[in-house]
Each structure stands twice: as structure tokens, then as C-alpha cells.
């Protein structure tokens, strides 16, 4: 059997010669660009040193449409951390979680989140008993967590909840140093620090997947590069601040009324 698939200029596609159920898959990503834009990038579009962004693979260029948003996210923390004084668990792991947050949609993954971690929390806390090294006691978290996932996964889709099969988007290594962190944390400061630091990284990895959602800015970053050095210059700023946090300002608010 011979299945031609052409176009609307009725050039074929696809010849199947005794062949079945053959598919023909394309690629998409939208994008936004001027008409000046779009035709300068023609007029290029055989020049041998194009570096932009445009002119690689649509998969690449959705991977980097994702990787440009990284550092947004990276100025959020920072802001949140210098200038508020909220105190997240791991410096930059709220990045890595509002990423998987943009896979999974912000309801489905935190409560993905809420129960991998909980239910990590309390396996590691009956690891603490075995007197484990540390790099046992990690790759033993690892795997926990890879473990929970699966049967999270499997047991969403038995129950039809298909939002809970992309949990698998969630960074196993990111999460598994979270636990093996809150747990130590609930072991030498108590369960109100946990709170505390789990709240607020949560809490920051919420605003930093607004950041990333939003169309002006998933724009901005991955049609002009310069927004990097911008966010850059922001960064470098902020590290030379060493005034009070807006949360420590509570501690002397007695000697304001006095």
C-alpha cells in the first residue's frame, strides 16, 4: 500500500511503501517578532556567524526559553533574602522548584511538593535512627524520593488525576538534599524553624513562578539578551547592601516608640 501525504503545494510529505499507522510530527514554539525583525532575521538567515538564540532547533530554543528565566528567578531570591530577610531552605533551590512548578501547573505542584517532602521527612526520620554516614544517608534519600514519586505517579493516574503525572518534573536530587536539610534543621533548631524556612521557600518559589508565567517577561527574556546584564547589574547591586532587612526592623521597633 502507497499513502502519499502532501501539502497545499502538493509536494509529498511522507511516501509509506507497505507501511502502517506512519505519523508525521512537527515541531512549534510561538514567537513574537516585529515585521523589521522578521525580515533582517531573513536576510541573515545564511550568514555563518548568526549566534542568536532564533537561529537554533525549536527544542533548543524552548529549552533556552526556560533557562533565560532562570535568572529573574535569581533576582527574586535575592531581594527576598537581602532586602526582606525571608529565610528559604537552600539558597537557590526555590529556582530549581518554581521551574518544576512551570511543568506542572502552581495547585498540582505544591501539593506534589508538600507531599514528596513530607513523606521524605518522616523516612528520614527513621534513617536518623540507622546511624548512617552522610553519603549512605543521602543516596538513601535519593532513592526514597524516586521511590515516592513513582507510587505518587502510579496512584494518580489508577485514580484519574492525569495533573498528577508531570510531579515527575520535580528535581529529585534538589528535593532529596531538602529533606536530608529540614530534617537536620527539626533535629537541632525544632519543627517552629522548619516552618520557617519550608514556608518561606515555598512562599519564594510561588512569586519567582508568577516571574516565570508572565508573558511580558518570558518576552523580554528570550528576545533581548541584554535583559541578563540588566538583571546582572541588579544582582551586583543588591550584594552591596548591608543595612537592616525589612524583617529585622520588628526587633527595634521598641526604641522607635520610646
Same mark, same amino acid.
Given at each position: 500500500?502507497?499513502?502519499?501525504?502532501?501539502?497545499?503545494?502538493?509536494?509529498?510529505?511522507?511516501?509509506?511503501?507497505?507501511?502502517?499507522?506512519?505519523?508525521?510530527?512537527?515541531?512549534?514554539?510561538?514567537?513574537?517578532?516585529?515585521?523589521?525583525?522578521?525580515?533582517?532575521?531573513?536576510?541573515?538567515?545564511?550568514?555563518?556567524?548568526?549566534?542568536?538564540?532564533?537561529?537554533?532547533? =525549536?527544542? *533548543?530554543?524552548?529549552?533556552? @526559553?526556560?533557562? $533565560? %528565566?532562570?535568572?529573574? !528567578?535569581? #533576582?527574586?531570591?535575592?531581594? &527576598?533574602?537581602?532586602?526582606?530577610?525571608?529565610?528559604?531552605?537552600?539558597?537557590?533551590?526555590?529556582?530549581?522548584?518554581?521551574?518544576?512548578?512551570?511543568?506542572?501547573?502552581?495547585?498540582?505542584?505544591?501539593?506534589?511538593?508538600?507531599?514528596?517532602?513530607?513523606?521524605?521527612?518522616?523516612?528520614?526520620?527513621?534513617?536518623?535512627?540507622?546511624?548512617?554516614?552522610?553519603?549512605?544517608?543521602?543516596?538513601?534519600?535519593?532513592?526514597?524520593?524516586?521511590?515516592?514519586?513513582?507510587?505518587?505517579?502510579?496512584?494518580?493516574?489508577?485514580?484519574?488525576?492525569?495533573?498528577?503525572?508531570?510531579?515527575?518534573?520535580?528535581?529529585?536530587?534538589?528535593?532529596?538534599?531538602?529533606?536530608?536539610?529540614?530534617?537536620? =534543621?527539626? *533535629?537541632?533548631?525544632?519543627? @517552629?524553624?522548619? $516552618? %520557617?524556612?519550608?514556608? !518561606?521557600? #515555598?512562599?519564594?518559589?510561588? &512569586?519567582?513562578?508568577?516571574?516565570?508565567?508572565?508573558?511580558?517577561?518570558?518576552?523580554?527574556?528570550?528576545?533581548?539578551?541584554?535583559?541578563?546584564?540588566?538583571?546582572?547589574?541588579?544582582?551586583?547591586?543588591?550584594?552591596?547592601?548591608?543595612?537592616?532587612?525589612?524583617?529585622?526592623?520588628?526587633?527595634?521597633?521598641?526604641?522607635?516608640?520610646?
Amino acid at each position: 500500500m502507497r499513502t502519499p501525504l502532501s501539502d497545499e503545494s502538493n509536494v509529498s510529505l511522507l511516501d509509506v511503501t507497505g507501511g502502517r499507522n506512519s505519523q508525521v510530527l512537527f515541531s512549534m514554539i510561538a514567537q513574537d517578532i516585529s515585521p523589521r525583525a522578521a525580515t533582517a532575521s531573513k536576510v541573515r538567515s545564511d550568514d555563518l556567524l548568526n549566534f542568536s538564540i532564533h537561529s537554533l532547533p =525549536l527544542e *533548543e530554543q524552548s529549552m533556552f @526559553k526556560t533557562i $533565560m %528565566l532562570i535568572p529573574i !528567578g535569581a #533576582l527574586i531570591v535575592v531581594f &527576598l533574602r537581602i532586602l526582606i530577610g525571608l529565610k528559604t531552605s537552600g539558597t537557590f533551590m526555590p529556582v530549581l522548584i518554581a521551574v518544576a512548578f512551570v511543568q506542572t501547573q502552581l495547585v498540582t505542584g505544591i501539593v506534589g511538593f508538600l507531599l514528596i517532602v513530607g513523606t521524605g521527612l518522616v523516612i528520614r526520620s527513621y534513617l536518623s535512627k540507622l546511624n548512617l554516614l552522610l553519603v549512605a544517608r543521602i543516596s538513601a534519600v535519593i532513592i526514597t524520593v524516586i521511590l515516592i514519586i513513582s507510587v505518587f505517579t502510579i496512584v494518580a493516574f489508577n485514580i484519574g488525576l492525569v495533573e498528577g503525572l508531570s510531579i515527575t518534573f520535580f528535581p529529585m536530587i534538589i528535593l532529596s538534599w531538602t529533606i536530608e536539610r529540614m530534617s537536620i =534543621l527539626w *533535629e537541632e533548631e525544632g519543627a @517552629k524553624e522548619v $516552618m %520557617l524556612q519550608g514556608g !518561606g521557600s #515555598l512562599l519564594t518559589a510561588v &512569586l519567582v513562578y508568577l516571574a516565570m508565567t508572565n508573558t511580558y517577561v518570558q518576552h523580554l527574556t528570550f528576545n533581548f539578551i541584554g535583559v541578563q546584564l540588566i538583571v546582572l547589574a541588579a544582582i551586583l547591586m543588591l550584594g552591596n547592601y548591608t543595612g537592616y532587612r525589612l524583617t529585622e526592623l520588628r526587633r527595634f521597633k521598641p526604641l522607635a516608640e520610646d
